[in-house]
């Protein structure tokens, strides 16, 4: 069992990650993973330049190696990896990778929907989302609330 | 004694806040003094929806502070 979670403040390289994780996956059967990209489009259809993100210096590592963990408990997983960016996001970067490695492919989708959902309401970061109509700080919606709920 | 803010809380108020001697003083009182002083945080401070944390672990707004302890606040969090 292996746990990769940090933060990451330049440029968050997925196929870099992808490639690592897929290296320690020596023996299992299924690697899933997750990119997800600063959406360029505000919820009100307004062009977004950029997001940004601020951190706490311990609570945010804190939050995602705890996250981590949770998914490698929970599911039969070998390795989960969690690399989050922090700071200036152009629209179409990505912001977050999740994945996982597992024995049997269920697993590994399971933990992959797991840390997304758990990063999604519950990682440290405070977001603020910079665009054609100005800057507005963005929080978790019922949706997300109600997806991390699945899990219990 | 330091109060230490985040996210929307920091960019309406800064990041740091000195509120003088407040050994005893609970996290409550210390939230109603704050928004006392910067009733544009009202929202966030006073209805619970920030989290009160004391040397990394949070706590309740019952807790009462000692000295050389940092209180911080922090609004709701948003990853992903």
């Given at each position: 069992?292996?746990?990769?979670?940090r933060t990451e403040k330049r440029a968050l390289?997925?196929?870099?990650?992808?490639?690592?994780?897929?290296?320690?996956?020596?023996?299992?059967?299924?690697?899933?993973?997750?990119?997800?990209?600063?959406?360029?489009?505000?919820?009100?259809?307004?062009?977004?330049?950029?997001?940004v993100l601020d951190h706490?210096p311990?609570?945010t590592l804190?939050?995602?190696?705890?996250?981590?963990?949770?998914?490698?408990?929970?599911?039969?997983?070998?390795?989960?990896?969690?690399i989050h960016r922090c700071g200036e996001i152009?629209?179409?970067?990505?912001?977050?990778?999740?994945?996982?490695?597992?024995?049997?492919?269920?697993?590994?989708?399971?933990?992959?929907?797991?840390?997304?959902?758990?990063?999604?309401?519950?990682?440290?970061?405070?977001?603020?989302?910079?665009?054609?109509?100005?800057?507005?700080?963005?929080?978790?919606?019922?949706?997300?609330?109600?997806?991390?709920?699945?899990?219990? | 004694?330091?109060?230490?803010?985040?996210?929307?809380?920091?960019?309406?108020?800064?990041?740091?806040?000195?509120?003088?001697?407040?050994?005893?003083?609970?996290?409550?009182?210390?939230?109603?003094?704050?928004?006392?002083?910067?009733?544009?945080?009202?929202?966030?401070?006073?209805?619970?929806?920030?989290?009160?944390?004391?040397?990394?672990?949070?706590?309740?707004?019952?807790?009462?502070?000692?000295?050389?302890?940092?209180?911080?606040?922090?609004?709701?969090?948003?990853?992903?």
């Amino acid at each position: 069992m292996s746990i990769v979670a940090r933060t990451e403040k330049r440029a968050l390289r997925p196929e870099q990650e992808l490639a690592a994780l897929i290296e320690r996956a020596t023996g299992d059967g299924a690697v899933v993973s997750f990119t997800g990209l600063a959406r360029g489009v505000s919820k009100k259809g307004h062009a977004v330049h950029r997001l940004v993100l601020d951190h706490h210096p311990v609570l945010t590592l804190q939050s995602l190696q705890a996250i981590a963990s949770d998914a490698a408990t929970r599911f039969e997983v070998s390795h989960v990896h969690v690399i989050h960016r922090c700071g200036e996001i152009e629209a179409g970067e990505p912001i977050v990778f999740a994945g996982a490695a597992s024995l049997h492919r269920r697993a590994a989708f399971e933990a992959a929907d797991y840390l997304m959902d758990r990063l999604k309401t519950e990682a440290v970061f405070w977001k603020r989302e910079v665009g054609e109509d100005g800057s507005r700080w963005i929080e978790p919606t019922d949706t997300d609330h109600a997806d991390r709920q699945r899990w219990g | 004694m330091k109060v230490l803010f985040y996210g929307r809380l920091a960019e309406a108020i800064g990041p740091e806040l000195d509120v003088g001697e407040s050994r005893g003083c609970s996290v409550a009182e210390l939230r109603e003094r704050i928004v006392a002083e910067h009733p544009r945080i009202e929202q966030v401070l006073r209805n619970n929806r920030a989290l009160s944390f004391v040397g990394e672990r949070q706590v309740r707004d019952d807790y009462r502070l000692s000295a050389g302890e940092t209180l911080e606040f922090l609004p709701p969090v948003s990853g992903g």
